[in-house]
């Protein structure tokens, strides 16, 4: 027969047991977005038949959610002081899931499926944006593993993946009917070819993760937000492409105004090891 516990060891106990839950919670938001990266592969696979434009969204919409579970995770586990080691892998490879081959397949699936069955080219030229843009995302994967801790958390190096998978949902979450002639497959090709370079790059972009330092940042941040909800309301579709597009441009006029001397905005400082760390 169990020796029945007091009421303090049954505390402790509960106490033991929420604490184990807790370090399951940030996997499970990761796995949440795993859960979405494979599904819009799935949608982009059975976009066929009259309407491939609901099941286009539908891959998009679910690339925009699995990129508010990857921005979650990493809060939850700093939050409730269960980041692990684990969980960082976990993380990694969830983002090449979802971030990488997921819009890769949706972008080749809704640009150059159907016209390159009349066009090997541009078939051959999609394949080859894809699996670029794919391997560009991994690689930036990788730099940022091994860089974590030796850079100025306040920027990125290289536009991060799950920007450049929204680069890609964007378009088709603003026209989610397929091209209808060649130049337009070309150009979303071309979009793919730049996006890849854009993660393999040096070029720092501004990072939102790290908490305003004063009361000022703290209410532009917060000024910052209700204008993106606004915008958001009154452009709708088209939102998501003047985002990314204002973000991507910022980031390279930011990166050449540092090279010509303007210290307006800190430019970030290199061997930052004593900076917080951010995933």
Excluded at 55 to 69: D, E, H, K, P, T
Excluded at 202 to 210: A, D, G, L, Q
Excluded at 223 to 246: K, N
Aim: net charge positive.
């Amino acid at each position: 027969m169990r020796p029945r516990l007091s009421p303090e060891e049954r505390r402790d106990r509960r106490k033991r047991a929420m604490r184990r839950s807790m370090f399951v919670l940030p996997s499970s938001i990761t796995m949440a977005s795993i859960f979405c990266g494979f599904s819009s592969v799935v949608m982009s696979i059975n976009a066929a038949g009259a309407t491939p434009e609901r099941y286009f969204l539908w891959a998009a919409g679910l690339l925009v959610l699995a990129g508010i579970f990857d921005g979650l995770d990493g809060r939850v586990a700093r939050a409730t002081n269960t980041a692990t080691e684990f969980g960082v892998q976990l993380d990694s490879l969830a983002d090449v899931v979802s971030f990488g081959m997921a819009p890769a397949i949706l972008a080749y699936r809704y640009g150059f499926f159907h016209l390159g069955i009349h066009d090997p080219n541009l078939r051959a030229a999609g394949w080859a944006a894809c699996f670029v843009f794919t391997a560009c995302g991994a690689l930036r994967l990788a730099r940022f593993n091994v860089q974590v801790g030796a850079v100025d958390p306040r920027y990125f190096v290289g536009l991060p993946i799950p920007a450049g998978a929204a680069c890609v949902a964007s378009v088709i979450i603003w026209r989610p009917t397929p091209p209808a002639a060649s130049l337009q497959a070309y150009a979303l090709a071309a979009e793919l070819f730049l996006v890849g370079l854009l993660m393999v790059s040096t070029i720092r972009f501004p990072s939102f993760k790290k908490r305003a330092g004063s009361p000022r940042a703290a209410m532009l941040t917060s000024l910052s937000i209700v204008l993106i909800f606004a915008l958001m309301i009154l452009l709708r579709q088209r939102f998501f492409v003047g985002f990314f597009a204002a973000y991507i441009t910022l980031g390279i006029l930011l990166n050449l105004a540092w090279k010509a001397g303007w210290r307006g905005i800190e430019p970030p400082r290199d061997g930052a090891e004593n900076l917080e760390t951010v995933h």
